[in-house]
């Protein structure tokens, strides 16, 4: 085995997509060796297709291939609405929800001082922007229930408001299955809080 | 985004790797498009030379870029001398243990009637034409320490045997740092029955 050859440098590349260790990625390059060469090609082709085809929505800041994305240009959607998440793939939970015919808007992150990440950093001028021309009535803050998914909420909260936009945030409590004896204690006295009537 | 674009076709791929599910191949594909172009190339290539490039070495069946390898054609191993391994990988992980300075010969699997693996799709047909040949002393069968792994080794054992080559085995016993206490009751038998001297 030459230790600078294809399969090192296969190796080497595997290992450096996020979570893949030195094993995993030898693995991974064994893995490829050993099938026909349809499969190594079909994978470098949809990488190379997906990064030079993919592009942000003028519109929502999604990723898509075509611009505007499906959503914003699909006509049925509710064009008063826009939830407002962090990343793509939250775009992708949402839809596989059913529970939103909005549009949405993507902001590619959350404040965090931590990690340096302003709100320059992320798609909201974008977002005021869609605010102030196209009658929207509701924005719903869907960032992750964490520290910086809230910071955000708060920031944006603070920054739409003026405008006479209603701004909702996604509700907390309980997931749906779940059992009392092993929600940690935050989530229970979110969902205390948050309780609403019956009957 | 679209279900059937560069994305959706990109997460796929992804998901096709043994041990990616679904949701790793998605994180792995929003990484991809998140690093610059040349992150998707790099892989990309990687992926395309490797496959290409690599054959199986006509000397000791691993996988090389260069026939023969370059432990086959280093002039300083030790040509007496054969470990028998299943799997490239092995050969790497017997090379960075520094223990061995002679040749190998990689069978590519198993025999496992559970998966349908006979001797016929192993490479024992290229060991024994390297044996008839080759002048070795001895043959030390690497395989792992399992079911499939000890059913190849017997079985080459009594195939090698008749020709006058040494045949040996890999010793079990206690890993190095192990405790007794978490050591399973399979090894600690080994381990008893191959004690050794001391002093």
């Known amino acids: 085995m030459n230790g600078a050859g294809p399969i090192a440098r296969l190796v ?25 060469p349809e499969t190594a090609r079909s994978l470098a082709r949809a990488l190379v297709e997906a990064r030079e085809k993919v592009r942000r929505c003028s519109g929502c800041c999604d990723l898509t291939d075509g611009d505007p994305c499906a959503i914003c240009r699909d006509p049925r959607r509710n064009r008063e609405v826009i939830c ?76 739409i408001k003026p405008s006479g936009i209603r701004v909702t ?12 004896e092993y929600a940690d204690e935050m989530t229970l006295s979110k969902a205390l809080e948050g309780r609403q009537d019956l009957g």
Do not use: C, W
């Open 84 to 159: 407002v998440v962090e990343q793509p793939r939250d775009v992708m939970a949402v839809e596989k929800s059913r529970g939103f015919r909005g549009l949405y808007h993507v902001l590619h992150g959350a404040i965090s001082p931590m990690s340096g990440v302003g709100p320059g950093e992320l798609t909201i001028r974008e977002l005021m922007e869609r605010l102030a021309k196209d009658g929207v009535r509701e924005v719903i803050l869907a960032t992750n229930p964490n520290v910086e998914g809230d910071a955000t909420a708060l920031y944006l909260a603070r920054l």
């Open 169 to 180: 945030r996604l509700a907390h409590g309980l997931p749906v299955g779940a059992s009392l």
């Open 12 to 36: 080497d590349q595997f290992a450096r997509l996020p979570g893949i260790g030195p094993k995993t990625a030898q693995r991974l390059a064994f893995h490829i060796l050993n099938e026909p």
